[in-house]
């Protein structure tokens, strides 16, 4: 079973960096990823173009922005906030964007400004280490092209750049709109690998316990993916509303058309959302399950230590009347008292026996 | 007691197939009975017409269409998507929806168009092993037919077939709207029995629970009864959303009539979801009653355990004193001092007794 | 203390009745009374005229039916559907009103015709064996009259009769709908008696707790109350919306001046409501007080296995090391030596009692 | 600490008083004050004016009645059903209103009339005997007077009266319905009172669990504390919406200036529920408090006797083997194999401590 | 891990001073900070004007008021309720304000007055000997000034007064709705410490469960941190509201530019509130791993009892067995009884202990 870790990437807010006093509208990153380059990918297409430019320096994405064609730029990397600001000025994006786009603790949401759309997300998908990540991205949607922010290097969207490159589907014929949609397509469907792998979890726990191991590791490790699925819940619960406004909003840059493929994303996250809680439930369960069958195992215990001390500490009791050095008892002298009180001890075991059978401990 | 095992045909989405880049608007088909070929049936009727036609060719339904009559193509099988996307071409069905009749993970919906009105629901039927299927089914009820897509071949629908065929009740001399009706009324009607199941296992282990049985796999079995209770709610909670919107949507084709029907069936669906509700609450409290009952029973033992050695283990120290190798312990020298021992041993264990008694233990 | 015990007429749909197939629209008994006959009360009154009918033929119902006076018609038993829908014919009723009629597992509704009103609730209250009844019954209010069906003779309206026998009140003076009023009235009245049995029930557990009372009956007693609740909440918490709109509704045959009196309905049926949610708090701290006196229980009979285990074992050692056979044991032949042995198993013993009253055991 | 007993005035409908088939709109008192007489007590004032007078006969109050006073008649003692109805004719109360005043079961509302303000509510108070007191009180107030029925003598408005007879703040400059206010005010106010004792309560039992008590009173004390905080909460929680719809009424004999003064009484209520709801949460914690340390505790007992077991079972069955009569074993022969084994037996002993020592038993 | 200990400054309402019969609208603080005298500080500016001044009597504030610039006071105390009440005179403030102001229970909440808005808001934050203090603060933004109202001395405005002194950010070009959102943001960036501060305990918990410490201190510490819990809880939530009115407020002192600011402190205020409630579940989850841990623990001390329990005492049994006196004992005879007996104790020794690796006890 791959091991599903999930790294705190997100969740705490580091004391360092963001300082108590920060001004509002700066821009700080506070991920963990602070070595990381920052690096700039530029996939330029429409029906019949295709071009794909790789750089370290956030200025050249300039250069492509051009009217005829969808643009999408991807930066990788958040750390080199000059950069970022300075991409910020020449799209014209407002400050407090910026900051959400640097601050990896910003939960999922939508802004709406005239321009352009701004969406916050979070990637869940697994590192080759079999941990789970959780990584910050946003995305702002243009007329014409689309920027995409995200912590580190390894994503999700692998299968959007082959389609666009290799013209699968119809996104080479569609605007920046529809490319919006594909990116968030691909982010909901890894979610449901991630929950795929919570569930294989659960039944590979179940399986532990009905074979019996109770050891404190298991439930540290229930607890582990209890506190993974209160994590993703909390990445994956606001997508379901921002998928929805991003149905129903009335903006120029959305066309219509894309509508019906939204209404579709919002099912698959709202089909996420209850898998997850019904998780949470199975996992509460699961805890439940583990109790009894750790008392079920004490109550095994104690049969065993019963069965043998109800048995014993009688006729050891007996051995003991005898084992008495008293000067005139008068059984100790009859020849086969001996034989005679082993063959009562062997009564009161078979009789023993019979009581725990019918008392159904053996 | 009939087995409710639900084979898990629609909780995961199966890794291989529903590829992590997929192509929004394609379909694939996710289900499990990938061997099975697709088999068409087309009922035809009108109040003094009808004509049944089965076929392994999809094709064949096309014929049928005709305006007089109400058309009711059912199919069988859904891997054989090349066949689903030529019907849907010939329905005009958005690809969006072929995509959904083909994902059996979908969850219960309604999509209105402006020509057909698309419904997603689950089957929950128990197959001849006593097996609880969840079945993915799809409705599509157009002007002057409905078309039904299911996973496999058994189904629930033989009542309406029956009633069609043998002009029971009103259906001949109705429209397809209300052939609609009559296959959601089918679906939830056969809800009842599952529940009626859940009812019956919840007795039965509130029956074994109290007679004393505590094993694992009673628990176990307990487990899986909980989540087939959720994920039966996760398929009947969602059709309460789209029978309520049914009845209040506003379209061409559903005749006011029919509105009367669907409240009722918004009746039955509300008493199936409290019912799901209240067996939930019930076998949390199972769970309750099993731990307290393994407490019981550890009680139980432990008061043998400590009866048994309260009463013994003082009684083998006495005679453990007079086991002693001392060669000055007057009492051993005396005539009688076996027979007072023993009759002392005799009041201390009549004393033990009593107090047992007195504590209620015996 | 009057026993609480449900008889389930209406939770379950029984199986072979209700079959698969059924057509809706059509009449099929579900309950559990099918050896009943129907039998037939008229009460017919205005401010100055009274009359009271019995006949076990429905049809005598119609010549009542006169426009000046007030006329209540009461049936009882519903297996005989046959007669149930020719007077359902004669008062104009839809076939799913009289479906629902029959239905006894119909939750409680209010259905709003041009011409009348459909109210189906449920009567609780005790049989002579102090049994819980939960009985189906549907109300049919019209202009000047109110059709009452329920599945069985006896029922809660004596009052009520009385009331319009003797010209108690003004029930005389008003027309059908304050009728209604005073039918449903006298069936919330009686939700009071059930739910103070239920008060009754928990405290007379609480008693047997605090009197340590543990063995399993207790639990099953205990789980028992916790479905009877389950039971009347799934059969009152739905009158609450149907009194609720009962008041709003705006319909003609519903006076002004009967809003206050269904307002005051409303207070009473949330009181209920609220009573009913804090009885099912409190069962579930009865469990978890349960839990802990098993475990104080526990405690105490491990305390005394401790204690005289402790004491007893370490004396019997010694007494075992004097017993050992050894040649050379130099204590054997001292005089004093068993007395200062005895001595010191004394200081012993004392010492472990005093340990065992400052650790608070004793 | 002072104790905390609700005494059950109003949670429980006494069966013989509302008797079932009692008509709805006649008075009659559920209380169990039965004895008290009834007593009326009138303060008339207005800026320059200031009369108190109390009398047994509810006709003197209406000679107090004037348009230029504020007219506040108090009535205690409510089972007097005669009188209150005749003061009801005289002020034009609706039947329904009075059976409300004698209907101490009523839960807290608001009614509004064309000419009065109908209000019920619940007084929280502790009598001398520490006991916590659910007092029904009703308040109506008309253009120029309030009238408020209580169901016994004391109360908590001393601090009014006092502050209309010496004329401290506003009071006697404003209204009657700013007398309203400050009555409400004054219960409300009460309800902190009886809310600390609550949080004493739960830190004294803490307190007592810390220091080890864990008998079978202190569950059944906490399950009394929760029983009280269900019914305070019964009697508060609808308080909030009669104060919410108080202020948002616009009725004419509310001034607009009151308005402040109430929203001011909605931030207290609001504080009080939130207050209960939290000990409710902590005091379910506690009784997982409470479990917590019922099993350290066993665990303790456990240990002392494992550890004690441990030791001298094993060094008893040496003793017995050379407690055996063999006339062939050696080592019974061996001048110093007694020493030789007492001291075995020693570093068996320590080797035990040692064992239990580093798993941290000891 | 520094102490995470709320000191209850605001939790209840003391008895003493809260009277009560209080008239409504008049001033008494009900802190524990009674000694601390009042101070107050005046920060004047504008884009190109700064001066600070402190003062011990806040008649000094006003000759600051002047359009031109923004004032900000702050006053540290609030016992000295006659310098505010003259104060809240000299500003025009409502007598509800000023109870307000200093009735340090008073959870947070908005209010809209036409030249002003009140604020009031809870303040986390530690002081030096790292115990959590919940301090009542209270903001009057009015045109060109904001009041801000403290308990004590200690505060989280240090950033704030900073960037106004040294220009750092747009804080010194902008108007006092600002001043005001600034105030509040650094309010709400303190929470993201205190609730860093929760998670890190609960790791340390998790960390101590996990390395076997299950003292009843440790149960007591989780019990402490839960109610910390409760209390940010509620000293946070209702913030949440706040901000969003003021969000939404169309308040002639709150420019439209403002309101971006705003947006983006709800989304911070959001993201704690979902913060808090983790660590809520997550702290249930913790005291159930604990009872599972202690569960656990016991079962291994059982399991070493039973061990020991169950090989030694039937050997023990054996050995009495020939530790009796019977003079007719053929094996006692026999020369290698005693070894073979011995040998047989050996072998029944290894068969226990095969038994016991078999359950997996060992």
């Given at each position: 079973m791959p091991k599903l870790r999930t790294?705190?990437?997100?969740l705490r807010r580091p004391k360092s960096k963001r300082a108590l006093n920060q001004i509002p509208g700066t821009l700080t990153?506070?991920?963990?990823?602070?070595?990381s380059e920052t690096i700039l990918e530029v996939i330029d297409y429409n029906t019949n173009y295709f071009e794909r430019y790789k750089s370290k320096?956030?200025?050249?994405?300039?250069?492509?922005?051009?009217?005829a064609n969808v643009t999408w730029i991807n930066i990788d990397g958040l750390n080199n906030t000059e950069e970022i600001e300075n991409l910020g000025k020449r799209f014209n994006l407002h400050p407090l964007i910026l900051e959400d786009i640097v601050n990896t603790d910003q939960r999922p949401k939508i802004d709406e400004y005239q321009d352009y759309l701004f969406v916050v997300a979070k990637m869940l998908y697994q590192n080759d280490d079999g941990q789970l990540l959780i990584e910050h991205i946003s995305l702002v949607l243009g007329k014409d092209y689309v920027l995409s922010f995200q912590?580190?290097?390894?994503?999700?969207f692998d299968g959007v750049r082959e389609r666009i490159e290799h013209k699968k589907g119809r996104i080479r014929n569609r605007n920046a709109d529809y490319l919006l949609f594909a990116l968030l397509d691909a982010i909901i469907d890894n979610y449901f690998l991630v929950v795929d792998d919570i569930s294989d979890k659960i039944e590979g726990f179940e399986d532990q316990l009905f074979e019996?191991?109770?050891?404190d590791d298991l439930i540290h490790e229930i607890q582990e993916l209890k506190r993974a699925i209160l994590r993703i819940r909390r990445a994956v619960f606001p997508i379901r509303e921002v998928v929805g406004r991003l149905e129903k909003l009335n903006h120029?840059?959305?066309?219509?058309?894309?509508g019906n493929y939204l209404r579709d994303l919002v099912d698959h996250i709202v089909q996420i959302s209850e898998n997850i809680d019904i998780y949470r439930e199975m996992i509460w369960s699961l805890m439940d399950m583990y109790m009894t069958t750790i008392s079920n195992k004490m109550n095994e215990v104690m049969k065993v230590l019963t069965i043998i001390a109800t048995i014993f500490i009688p006729l050891t009791f007996i051995a003991g009347i005898y084992g008495m050095?008293?000067?005139?008892?008068?059984?100790?002298?009859?020849?086969y008292s001996y034989f005679v009180l082993l063959g009562i001890m062997v009564i009161i075991f078979i009789l023993m026996l019979y009581y725990f059978k019918r008392k159904k401990w053996l």
């Open positions: 790294k705190r990437l997100s990153y506070v991920g963990h990823k602070e070595s320096n956030p200025q050249d994405a300039l250069k492509f922005e051009n009217e912590e580190a290097g390894g994503d999700v019996n191991r109770q050891d120029a840059i959305i066309e219509e058309n894309t050095n008293f000067e005139y008892m008068p059984e100790l002298r009859w020849k």
